[in-house]
Each structure stands twice: as structure tokens, then as C-alpha cells.
């Protein structure tokens, strides 16, 4: 079963053995364990639900009881896993409606603008930005469910475009598609529990996105339920004509309608992968073999740049500490110490295409000094890719919070950015007297630049305000650091609440007004996921 | 000096040998020829200006002689060079503006809001879709140059980042960067005299777009002068926070504001490049592999087929007949006879590189029992690339029109597409008792589908009236054909005037409800070049 109170299945556990335990211990000190709140205690926290089902068609399932309203009252956040942990849940949807058509959906907006009820669309809830999260308000809210639109609708060979339900998880996408010989391709860290209407209203990117692109080229198309009525956007490989509807639907977080099925452009599932990892003795080289094979396109599906303390770290929570050393010393031979860095390339494709691909690659990494340490970490690291996650679990359990943010700039700030977010990390939890334990990776990777993604470990207080003021300071902090250094306020993970502060530093004051029209265009009474994407919330009339 | 009244520069001169003549006079019959009207009885016809400066800082230039507002008043569509050729101008922009920079724009915008003056953006004005068009309008029309804003502003190598001024013409643009090393790789057939804002503005796409992108994944942000302020847009690799504003100004067809500068994702010039020719003995054949091509994706930079008339025209417009005569016999000793069809296909890059992406596409057409016959044809159709354009005197000059359509369809739909929008153009004529020479390409191919781009050949009657019935009637059926065979209004061209009747068939009420919200709000007033894009203009309120 689900956790309810952090990352993925209950049954899957991950272990932070005694190194690496260790290791946390060095850089922040030990973690103080404590006790979660019990499930029932949380259930029995939550206000009485203000809804009633009058008016709504008996076949549209609506769920006020409180065990359901609590599992899809919050997302993944830290702010949402401090409320989680320590049962300090305060608003929670008042139901939770499970439509099972795009009819049903429709009539649940219908329903709901009569009654002036709020909707928030609920994909998988794995938002770390606080996109599913109910804020406290006079109306009613009501969580609607896309867990009953996740069928693959249609699947054409000819154009490679296959349909599905918009509330379909990653995995049951791919092995829909499996089935039939193709991929989508779409691997977001999340990928076990995010959906393809969540990826779209997010403007999710993929792991191997340099091959299949990011969600924006995926999605061709689909069909929305918005309080103005339903939206429906033909799948075209490409239109000159005029505005581009998807761009709309993209990144709108729920907030110009709900999206109930869409067209994904697929491919022939590869006949070959690999992964390979390469060390570098310093950042400085590894930015520019990473810059070089942006730019020269070899025709890669992945490349993933770790800085020096991510690679320590990667190492020390891998196991295996004799072989670890044996490689460490290796390396050291091999010109690679200290700061070495590794940076992580995938091929996928025909054998002959990926392996040329790889081929030409490995050749650029050796003109930057790269060690190429063949398939073993790469390999590994695939195996993990959608394990890592489960890594915030184990850590909460020995007393640590972990929480990242991503932005993307150009290449000639890269380094500057990533040194600006981790000391901004360090400043802001220093003044609890603090350490924190950040490392960054480049996980994007384009012409133009590349995403820095910082993670950051440091231990709880074991007290839900103090817990909850130390992320606020440290998310403020590396916030103001990304925007001060001409960053994005995200590059995958979308706005939700945790962003919308920061989004004006970018849009502008035109383009936040811009915006605004058109989620009042949409939206005229501001019923949908009201305060998401733009900071005034209900106020954006 | 620029044709006021055809395409292209004065000196340039396309002849049509007689075997070209004869070809189409077998096909459609012989054209009558009949003078133009001349240029200054063109110019007196135009009422008396209705602007003055008056208010306007001095610096700004502001034209209202008959001459620059003729040379102003009208782009490339077929209804606008009859409106040239005829002499039968009618309305013309009441003057031009010659900004030379952003703040000059800025000013403009609130000069003509104060004054209730409507506003035409002007590039290179070669629009086939009416986009420069001046209609008639109780209002003052005043028409923007943007030739003053046409220098690089900024080249950043290390992010392969370039900001021009918008009114940068295509060679000009691609000139400055090859100083440097880089190429943009946007070439569209306008390439000569579009520029890149106008590229933006109608989301152009260039012959080599498979290597480079359209434009919309080669605009990066920039700056746009709007009724409702400046809206700047910073250039990310890439973002997940929220609506893209690029997306509002891409298609926006100088309605939501005038582009400024904008920076454009540059690449590293070429080392290498080929284009090479295959045959094959049928449609089917062709578009099979090109199909197989598209979705393999070896990394080719250009894919072109053309249906079988296209192919013979190409070949009988050639020259050279008893090398084309050789070849032909050649092919049929090959199995490709009447109903053959001719692939381009180009590679660029590395040489290494583009050597393999061919190699493999070859290998790919030999499986369709594709003829491959070397790069001959292929760098005469590279040379001839911007130059085919000029045809279009020619044919004129011996009394036919020519006029293109192009669409986009999923690959189950192209080959009927193309059969119907022929099928339409025939029947359409057949109405005036004239055949159509129709001939299609499908000009940019896609792993989903292909546009599909149709050229109709017929004679002119020499009489406005009857001229532009013909043209309408034409235009009209193959409009409503590509709609009915799902096609986009348009691929590459954009709406303009000529296409916005057909906009709401493909993004409905709710699309057009919403693409008017956003219009409104950057334009309450509907200043800025009313009609275009959304069919009823000023009345856009």
C-alpha cells in the first residue's frame, strides 16, 4: 500500500547502512529520530467535511470520510511531509471525487461552479511544490481524483501517437505502450506515482529527456474540462496557425481546467540502451566536457553532471566500501581526487546509432582528461533511478529532513549558481547553528545551458514549527539565490505554492498580468486549485 | 533595388526556357500575357495620407509620400499582387515608421494609443497571407518598419546565445553569425527578405528545420513593445514555471505587440554538408520511406518529397533536357517510371557525422528500393533554394499565377490530404473552364506526420475582377479541403487575413474565445494589426 505519510509503497524500504550513516554523521552531525503521528490521530484532526454529494449524478463517486480526504490532502513538499509527519494536517479537501469519464468531469465543474465549491485536480499527488495542496478557505474544496482516467485510449502505429487517461501513472504508461514495441520515454524522478495530466500541467521534464525531449514536445494534444467549457486540441506534428493551445494547458497547474485525456507523440522502444560513467579530475573539466556534448550533440539520451560533493556522496551511500575504495584509488591514479566529478551519459537507439553515439561521446569526455570507468555505475544508477526517492524515507528515520530545488541557466552561469544556491543553503541554516550537507548535479542538459539540481540534507529539530521555520528560511534562501543569479525558479518541478513568490522575478509585471487574463479568461470565479501559479490565490478576479 | 510589385530584387531574373513553356502550356494551356500597371499611376491611386508627426519626437522618421506607403501597403499573397500588378491598390497604410530602436517602438505605441492610430508591424513584408495587409479603417493606419532594428546586439559563445534586432533579414542575420563561426539554420523559401521577427510572429519553420528546429524551439526570449507595457523574456535553456510567455508572442501576428530584438539558440557553423537525390517508383514507395526516415530519425538535416507531378515539373523546368532525358531512361531501367518520385535528403555537421546520418538513410531507402543517384540534384535544389521564389515573375510574365498552399497531417492523412487539396484546386478552376497544374511536396516530415505543400500553376485572365474570383475560389476550396481532411490551416505560413476564417475549425469556440482574451488584454483597443490572425478585426472587443 501507499504511505500516507511519505515517499512510494510501503513495502519497499531503503536502508542507510552504518557508512553511510557515518558519513551524515561527519558532515551535519547525528540525526535525533522521533516519532511519526499515528495515521488514525491525523484522520481524527481534520475538520468535518463541508460537502454533500446533492445534485451530483449517483455514478460520479465522491468521498468525504476522512481516511481518503487525508491521502490526497497533500503532496510531497517538505511542508507537506512536516504536516504529514507530525500530524499537523490543518485544511484537508473536503472530498474527494473519483470521475471515471471525461463526462464525469464535466460534471463535477458544472456542479461545483454551481455551488461554489474550489476544485484541485489530482494526478499522483508526488508535487513537491505544493501544487495538490488545499489551502484554508470560505468555500468548500473538493479534490478530484484522475485516478479512473489512466486506460490507454488509442494507439496509432502509422503516426506514433497513442491516447491515454490523463490520471495514468508512469509505469502503467510505459507498459501499455511496452506492449505494442513502443516508449514514451517521459522518466521524471517520480516517475512510480507522477501521471501524464500531472506531467503536462507541471511542464514535467524526463531523465532522458535529451533524447525524447521534455513533456512540452511529448504532449500533442488532448482534451480539457474548463469552467468555459471543453477544450479540445488536435494532434498536429506541427501549425503555424496562430497560438498554440497546448501551451496553455502546459504548466497550468490546474488551474485553467482539468485535463482528462492527451495525445503523447512515441517512439520505437530502443533496441539498445546503455550507461556509462566517466570521472573528471575537477568541476571545471567536467562542466566543459558536459558544455562540449550538449552542443556537439552526439545523440545522447542522458548526461548527468554530479559536482564534487554529490560524487563523494554518491560513493558513500552506494555500499559496496571495498570495491568503492578500490575505485577511489584507481581513480586517484588516474588523476581523479578530491574534487573529481562524475558525469553519468546514456545512449538509446539502434545498437549500431547508440553505440556510436557512445562512441563519439566518450571520445569528447577524453579530450577534457575524462576516465571512463565503463558500465558498472551507470548500470547501477539506472537500477536506482526511481529508488533514490525512497533515500528521504530512510534518512527522516534517522532524524534528517532532505529537500532539493532545481532552476536552469545558461551555461556561463552555471557554476556561479551552483555555488550561490549551496552557500546560500549553508548561510540560512547556519543561523540555527545548523550544517547542511548540499551537493548538486546537472540533470538537464541543453545548447544553451543546463538544470542545477541541489539537494540538501541537514537534521530535524524533532518540532514541527521549528522544522517548518528552518525550511522557510532555507527556501527562501536558495529562492532569492537562483532568481539573483538570472536562474528560473524551476526547471521541472513546476510552481505550485512553494514558487509562486519568486515567479514575477521572471514573467515581469506584463507577463504575471498576462497570465492572470488568461486564467480569468478560464476561470472567471477562480474555482480552480485557487493560489497555485499565481501567489493571490482567489484574488487573481 | 526591390520589386515594388514581385518578388525579390530587380536584377534577379528567372527564365523560362521554352521546353519550361511548352510543358506548361501541354498542361494547362498558354498564357496571355498583359502589362502591369505602372508604379506611379499605382502611386497616385492611393488617398491622401491621414497621419501627421505631430507629437512625435523628430528622430523618429515617419513617411507618408505615396511611394513609401505603396511599398509598404502589401506582402506576397497572390490577392495582394494582383491588387500590385493591376494597379488596383486600394487601401494602403496612411505611413510608415522607421524606428531605430526599442525605446523608438515604446514611443510609437503610445503616440498611435493616444491618437486612436492602428499599427501594422513590418519586416520584410513577405507575408502570403496578408499579414501587412492595410485594411480599410475609419482609423489612421500607420505600418512599422522594423528595417532600422536589424543589427546583432549580442553574440554569448559560450551559451551559443545571439540577440539581433528583430527587422534582421534572413541573409543578413546568417551573415553576421558566420563571421563568428555559427549559423541560426532557419531558412525558410523567404529566407532572402523575411526577417526574424516575422519569423516569430507567424512561427515560421525553415527547409532544414529537422537539424534546427522551427523557430519556436529557436527563440530563446526577447523584448516586445505591447499597448500594455514592455514585456521582456528572459532566455532559459528551458523552464517548468508556468505558462512560457514565447509561446504568447510566437503566432501572435503583431496583435499582442511589436518584436524588438529577440535572442535566438545558435549552433556551430557546419563543417560538412551534402544533399543527395533518391528516386522511387511510386508515391507509396516514396512517402513510406520517408516515413521510415522520420521515425528512425538518423539525423539528417532536410527530407523533401515530391509527389510524382512535382517531380516531373522539377525535371521539365530543369533545363538541361537531354541530361534530364539521359537520367529519366536511366531510371526507368531501374524501375522508375512514370509515376516516380524524387527524396532529398541533406546531412549536416561533422563530417564524420553527417557522413553516417546519410549512409544510414540510404541504407533506409534501398529498403523502399529507392534510386539513389548521387548529389547532382541535390546541390542544384540547394543552390536553387532561395531562388525558386523568383518563378513566380517569370510565370507571370507569360500569364499564369502561382499560388502555394501547405497544411500539416498526422501520416495516415497525408497522401489523401494531398490528393484532396489537388482534387479541390482542379474542381475549383474547372468552375472558370481552366485546368490547374498541381503539383505537392511534402516539404518538413515529422516522426508524426508531414506538411504537405501544394502548388497550383494557372493562367491568369487578365482582368482584376475575374482574376481574383478565380483566386478565391481556388483559395476557398483548398482551404476547406485541408480542413476536412484534418489538416492546420497552416504549417509555415501563418493566418493572416487570408487564413483566419479557417482558424476556428481547428482550435473551436473555446480556443478562439481564448486566443481573443489574450489579444484583448495586451490590445484593448484593438490597435495593433486589426483582422489579422482572428477573423473579425477591430471588433476583436
Known sequence: MRRWNGWGDESVAYALHDDALGFLAGRIGSGAPFADAPFDAACASLAPSRLQATGLPAHIALATDAPTRLRHALGQSLPDWLRLRYGRIGTAPDGVAFPESGEDVRILLDWAAARGVSLIAHGGGTSVAGHVTAQASPRPVLTVSLARLAGMLHLDREAQLATFGAGVFGPDLEAQLRAHGYVLGHYPQSFEYSTLGGWIATRSSGQQSLRYGRIEQLFAGGRVE??????????????????????????????????????????MAPEYEAFHAVFFASWADGARAARALAQSRPGLSLLRLSNPVETVTMLALAGHRRLVALLERWLRL??????????????????????????????????????????????????????????????????????????????????????????????ALAQYGERVHAYTHLSHLYPQGASV????????????????????????????????????????????????????????AGGMAAIRAVLRHFDPDGLLNPGKLVADGEAVR
Not at 498536429?236 to 502546459?250: K, Q, Y
Not at 527522516?396 to 536552469?408: L, R, S
Open 226 to 267: 474548463t469552467p468555459r467549457g471543453t477544450l479540445e486540441i488536435p494532434p498536429f506534428p506541427a501549425s503555424a496557425a496562430g497560438t498554440d493551445l497546448r501551451e496553455i494547458v502546459l504548466g497550468s497547474e490546474g488551474r485553467v481546467g482539468i485535463i482528462t485525456q492527451a495525445t503523447v507523440r512515441v517512439t
Open 453 to 508: 539540481y541541489s539537494t540538501f540534507v541537514y537534521r530535524l529539530a524533532g518540532d514541527y514549527e521549528e522544522d517548518l521555520a528552518r525550511w522557510r528560511t532555507l527556501k527562501n534562501a536558495v529562492s532569492q539565490a537562483i532568481v539573483a543569479s538570472g536562474g528560473t525558479i524551476s526547471h521541472q518541478h513546476g510552481v505550485g505554492l512553494d514558487h509562486a513568490p519568486w515567479l514575477e522575478a521572471e514573467k515581469g
Open 334 to 427: 588516474r588523476g581523479c581526487g578530491d574534487g573529481k566529478c562524475m558525469l553519468l551519459l546514456g545512449a538509446s537507439g539502434t545498437r549500431d546509432g547508440a553505440r556510436a553515439a557512445m562512441r563519439t561521446a566518450l571520445g569528447t569526455c577524453r579530450q577534457y582528461r575524462g576516465v571512463h570507468v565503463g558500465r558498472k555505475l551507470g548500470e547501477k544508477w539506472r537500477q536506482g533511478r526511481f529508488r533514490n526517492v525512497y533515500l528521504r524515507n530512510a534518512a527522516w528515520q534517522h532524524g534528517y529532513a532532505i529537500d532539493t530545488v532545481e532552476t536552469a541557466v545558461d551555461w556561463p552561469r552555471v557554476g556561479a549558481t551552483m555555488d550561490a544556491v549551496e552557500a546560500a543553503a549553508a548561510d
